[in-house]
């Protein structure tokens, strides 16, 4: 029997075999969605399959390849066969959109250390960068009738308002550099809940964003002719659009400046010894994350024709937030997981436990008072995901790989390091070919000792 | 390790699906019943509504869910007789415009939902609309008061309240004419609904010959109003009009009271709640309120409904109930209409938005319904309220329809 | 306009003074903690909301049960006062062992995640224990004290009186404790330096929950009277203004218990000031829709320039 099972066990671990139980189980889910019911059950378990696909052990291009696949070809196929495939493809679509928000505040929060909690405002300045400009609303400010612009010109927006969001990026960082710690997120609040407070009162002297009464009548973009109006057409743009960012930040992660912002979230004064440049690290950690929200911002505006501030409250920066901490902080895959988790959470399932709720209250099964609705629980459950995760799983569901160095290999690096130049190897010395210094020293967790605000204590020691 | 990881990640995901497989089961069960394409199969029809379950708005907009329950249940009978059973879907837009856009697009996916009875909030509505225009939804709307709601056009927007645009002068009217007003202190709440109707106060007021001698904003959400009361109490005025809702509205007729203003305080149809006589208290004399809703126990009809609806839900009639009632009866109406002009087949979704639409003349049991092209109620009223005293609902004083 | 000005300014300056009572005693909650843990208590604003929510239940409680007309007005509220206090105190040092104790040894970001976790679910905790019960969660309390002193054009209620007393008793007390007590200045010692106080025999876990309930309790006190002051009271009144409170924290110097009670008045007076006389002053520009904005910048500007605060001392960071 234990023969068996290592065996099985063996065999289980062949790229091979989990490639075609993996088929297997896709392609049934695929085909559940496609002819069985209820669709929501086959459609989270086809999203599951992605989940699996991400621990089976083939190799990197072949699991981006099939990721892709699924994604965009089964995914939309298969529901399209249900009288719910636009609702589907809405939810898809907003959970492509919250993933890109999520990944660029894992930019400021997860890779660099800096817990931003106003982040919603990149992507009100993304949207209403768009709303202004293709809609009625530029007339106001802009003489002559020029708006709204031309629906063509929408593939031009997108780098607008990605630019638009990353300056402001930039002079929301510029301040804030000097803060740390637990005031850099009440600052990054208050800047947060000020730009929303403007938006709400920018309608006189001039009326540049209407005020409260938002912006309404927002064209939709057109792309090589074709009219984006409905959900399946936005689902499109939004995976080409994530795409693109997943890319982007895979890149970034790994380059110069990724392993700048990780050495400035561990210690910044160490990073400083080290000739990290701290102002420019961290602006451009701001600017990255504000860019993909400023650029999903767009794409929200284009998709709902209409926006107004009530969309870009403190909640919803917290939602971002969350989505972050339940995945892993500083990990690719566990964002991207939270940020699917928290969007169904909020868009399906706490609607459809409410409905169900609802039809046994008038059915008169059993009285369901309406204050303990579930869809009025959001706070309540993002609040303990929130501690629970923080007590006791701070590195979120799927937690960022760092790197393992086994004393072997650093041994052997140090033999080779002797023989290259007959010196004593000691950690942090720049060796002569050019190895970036601190992917040598041994991987080293988190900081043991709280930094605190200049000047706000004494004997603050390290 | 790994395989523990997961084993643990399908125990998760199942227990995930298992608890949306039972609310699929209740709720989107019927999605695949129908999954096959349009609405001809099956005898259910349901009509949905959307409006704030929860939220500062909730009072209301759970008056209007109740209202829309009570005409369903009134007029299963009659849709029996036809052959169909008629159910009720109520969606929680929280006040939250994405949010009602995401349940636009999951009442749109359940082919049997032949209507929709909402929203409270013109801003949720607005782009809530827009998913209902694409797949030719019917939207009747109780209570929506902008004029943008309307003003776009499109086909399937109607409402039986009265517009902004004429609650606001209404106002202005009985504000100068009548009180005798000369100089007026405005305050608003700086949100879509109290910044438009103030906006079309101030306006009116000003071509009727009042001095707006301050025009002030809040936030919502806020509870000390010192500061703008003091402003006003400097500025001398004769009346105090108030755009916006009955959480901060109590708090400022309460507060200038305190300060010493007794003179009359004028709002909008945000402050027909009773929890505005709550929040106020005592000091809830002398103040008005202009209201698309006429008060449904001024006919006896109309009373035996509200004690109908006090005796069913357990709670006092609300503004929006009898509106709410009456915006489900239009629906079902034209959803009527449409199923004998289909010969008593179940109807598609364009024949209910066309028949909706062509109502003319329709007696509900607070208000006359009749549409014009864009949607708009011809028969709809403004009335003005007076609280005397800690009662609600207010006492009518006034009643301006359209023609006069 | 000046004179407009100047005839407004004493009822401005009343106005202010007693929001920013309010504010310098739920201040004193922030700076206490910030002093020993170095965290921002994010929860404290919920803190001060329940405490507003427990008051109001018992005096609606005694209203219904018909004691109300019956027992002396000053009783009431202060039997009122100290169940508050006693319930938020415990609700503080509650919250104290379950989210910020397991993670004194965390890197920074933690612990205050798990404060706004903590807020959050007060925030729908007492929100749906107040919807369930009234229907509704904005909750209208039974107000003690509703009579209004005219004193010339300035119109003062009486429970604005009792407020800023109310106030300055706690923060005179809080004081006095602090300094002269064998406690206070176990807490003094531990927020100068943690491990050294252990050292020195104190049992620095028991100083730290103590410093939870003081705090928390003055923030339900001050809650009750906020209560009192503006009869109406909603889930969410304790956010914003935790949020200011930091504020006037942080402009008083954070750690340093007078400073809060400073920084309090003076951001009060600023707030009522900003919101009064900003329409007029800018020509209906800027409205008094923008004081919270007004606040905002003040904290972004003292921590800009001045991180140490009025009262506090600029402290270099070794390495």
């Not at chain 2, 699929?24 to 259910?44: E, H, I, L, M, Q």
């Amino acid at each position: 029997m234990k023969q068996g099972m290592t065996r099985l066990r063996t065999r289980l671990r062949r790229p091979r075999t989990q490639a075609v139980l993996l088929a297997a189980y896709t392609v049934l889910s695929a085909a559940g969605l496609a002819f069985a019911g209820p669709p929501i059950v086959w459609f989270l378990l086809l999203l599951a399959s992605l989940l699996l696909l991400y621990y089976t052990d083939l190799p990197g291009a072949v699991k981006w390849v099939w990721a892709g696949v699924v994604v965009a070809v089964l995914l939309p196929v298969c529901a399209s066969t249900g009288s719910s495939f636009e609702s589907f493809m809405e939810v898809a679509t907003q959970m492509g959109i919250y993933v890109a928000m999520a990944l660029g505040l894992n930019v400021v929060v997860g890779f660099a250390g800096l817990l931003d909690l106003g982040f919603i405002a990149f992507f009100a300045l993304g949207a209403y960068t768009y709303a202004i400009f293709f809609s009625d609303q530029a007339n106001h400010f802009i003489p002559g009738h020029h708006f709204p612009l031309p629906a063509d010109l929408f593939w031009l927006c997108l780098p607008a308002g990605l630019l638009v969001a990353a300056l402001f990026g930039v002079l929301l960082g510029l301040p804030v550099l000097r803060v740390k710690g637990d005031y850099l997120a009440i600052v990054t609040l208050g800047f947060g809940e000020i730009i929303r407070i403007i938006f709400n009162n920018l309608d006189k002297p001039v009326n540049i964003t209407n005020g409260a009464i938002g912006i309404s009548s927002v064209e939709a973009p057109r792309f090589f002719g074709v009219s984006l109006s409905f959900p399946h057409q936005f689902y499109y743009l939004v995976l080409a659009l994530l795409a693109l960012v997943l890319y982007a930040v895979r890149r970034l992660e790994h380059s110069r400046i990724g392993r700048a912002w990780k050495a400035v979230r561990e210690d910044e004064i160490a990073a400083q010894a080290m000739g990290v440049p701290l102002t420019r690290t961290k602006l451009v950690a701001f600017a990255v994350g504000a860019s993909f929200s400023g650029l999903m911002g767009v794409v929200f505006a284009a998709k709902q024709a209409f926006i107004d501030p009530t969309s870009f409250t403190m909640l919803e920066s917290i939602t971002i937030l969350v989505m972050v901490i339940l995945g892993g902080m500083g990990s690719l895959p566990g964002v991207v997981v939270g940020a699917c988790l928290v969007t169904l959470l909020n868009i399906q399932l706490m609607p459809e436990l409410t409905n169900w709720l609802n039809t046994l209250t008038t059915a008169g099964v059993i009285q369901f008072p309406s204050a303990l609705s579930p869809s009025k629980m959001q706070r309540l459950i993002f609040g303990i995901i929130l501690i629970l995760f923080a007590v006791f799983r701070p590195q979120g569901m799927i937690p960022s790989k760092t790197r393992r160095h086994d004393p072997a290999a650093l041994a052997k690096l140090a033999a080779e390091w002797q023989a290259q130049t007959g010196g004593t190897f000691r950690a942090g010395v720049r060796p002569a070919d050019g190895q970036d210094a601190t992917a040598r020293a041994p991987g080293h967790g988190a900081v043991t000792r709280a930094q605190g605000q200049d000047g706000a204590k004494e004997g603050a020691t390290l | 390790m790994k395989k523990h990881r997961v084993l643990s990640w399908v125990a998760v995901t199942s227990a995930v699906m298992l608890l949306s497989a039972c609310g699929a089961g209740g709720g989107g069960g019927n999605t695949a019943s129908s999954g096959g394409g349009g609405g001809g199969g099956g005898n259910v029809i349901k009509i949905a509504t959307q409006s704030p379950l929860s939220g500062g708005s909730a009072t209301l907009g759970e008056a209007i869910k109740l209202g829309a329950q009570l005409a369903v249940e009134d007029k299963q009978e009659e849709f029996k007789k036809l052959g169909f059973t008629l159910q009720l879907v109520p969606y929680d837009d929280q006040a939250d415009p994405k949010k009602g856009v995401a349940n636009a697009q999951m009442i749109a996916s359940d082919q049997d939902i032949l209507g929709v009875v909402g929203h409270l909030n013109s801003g949720v509505a607005i782009p809530s609309s827009e998913v209902y225009e694409k797949y030719a939804i019917p939207m009747v709307s109780p209570a929506n008061t902008a004029t943008q709601v309307t003003d776009r056009g499109l086909k399937t927007v109607n409402r039986i309240c009265a517009r902004d645009d004429f609650q606001g002068p209404a106002g202005a009217q009985f504000a100068v004419q009548t009180l005798g007003a000369k100089k007026i202190f405005v305050i608003q709440d700086k949100t879509a609904y109290g910044q438009g109707l103030a906006d079309a106060f101030k306006d009116a007021a000003q071509k009727l010959g009042a001095q707006i001698v301050g025009y002030e904003g809040i936030t919502v959400g806020e509870k000390d109003f010192n500061g703008v009361l003091n402003n006003a109490k400097a500025a001398n005025p004769d009346l105090i009009y108030f755009g916006g809702l009955y959480a901060e509205g109590g708090l400022i007729v309460k507060q200038a009271r305190e300060k010493g203003l007794n003179i009359p305080i004028l709002g909008g149809d945000g402050l027909d709640s009773s929890t505005m006589v709550q929040i106020a208290g005592a000091d809830i004399a002398n103040t008005y309120y202009t209201s698309v809703a006429a008060d449904v126990t001024k006919t006896d009809s109309g009373k035996q409904w509200a004690d109908r609806y006090q005796q069913k839900f357990g709670k006092p009639v609300e503004s929006y109930s009898a509106y709410g009632y009456d915006s489900a009866q239009v629906l079902l109406k034209g959803i009527e209409n449409a199923i004998q002009a289909n010969g008593g087949k179940k109807p598609t979704r364009e024949q209910v938005r066309d028949a909706v639409r062509a109502i003319q003349d329709f007696q509900g049991i607070v208000t006359k319904v009749g549409f014009d092209d864009k949607g708009d109620n011809k028969f709809a009223n403004v009335y003005v309220y007076k609280f005397d005293g800690q009662k609600y609902p207010g006492t009518q004083v006034a009643a301006m329809s359209k023609q006069s | 306009m000046i004179p407009q000005l100047l005839h407004s300014l004493p009822q401005v300056l009343v106005d202010g003074v007693t929001l920013g009572a309010v504010y310098a005693t739920v201040a004193l909650g922030y700076t206490m903690v910030y002093g020993i843990l170095e965290l921002i208590n994010f929860a404290h604003g919920e803190i001060f909301m329940s405490g507003a929510f427990i008051g109001t239940a018992i005096l609606i409680g005694l209203n219904s049960a018909g004691w109300l007309g019956h027992l002396p007005k000053l009783l009431v509220l202060l039997l009122t006062l100290a169940v508050a206090m006693g319930l938020t105190g415990l609700l503080g040092m509650g919250i104290e062992r379950v989210a910020y104790r397991p993670l004194r040894n965390a890197p920074r970001l933690i612990p205050l995640i798990s404060a706004i976790g903590v807020s959050f679910v007060l925030q729908d905790v007492v929100r749906f224990i107040a919807e369930w019960r009234t229907g509704n969660y904005i909750v209208t309390g039974v107000t003690l004290y509703g009579a209004e002193l005219n004193l010339g054009s300035l119109t003062v209620k009486t429970n604005t009186l009792i407020v800023l007393g109310a106030a300055v008793l706690m923060m005179a007390g809080l004081d006095l404790f602090v300094r002269r007590t064998r406690w206070g200045t176990a807490m003094r010692a531990v927020a100068q330096d943690k491990d050294t106080a252990a050292l020195m025999s104190i049992n620095v876990n028991r100083v730290i929950a103590l410093t939870f309930f003081m705090g928390s309790a003055l923030g339900g006190a001050t809650g009750v009277l906020f209560a009192q002051q503006y009869g109406t009271i909603d889930p969410y009144i304790g956010f914003i203004l935790g949020l200011k409170a930091f504020t006037a924290a942080v402009l008083g110097g954070i750690g340093n218990i007078r400073g809060a009670m400073f920084g309090g008045f003076v951001l009060g007076i600023l707030e009522m000031f900003a919101s009064a006389e900003l329409g007029p002053l800018t020509g209906g520009v800027l409205g008094a829709e923008y004081k919270d904005v007004f606040a905002f910048l003040i904290l972004i500007a003292v921590l800009l320039f001045k991180p140490e605060g009025l009262f506090g001392q600029a402290v270099k960071e070794k390495v």
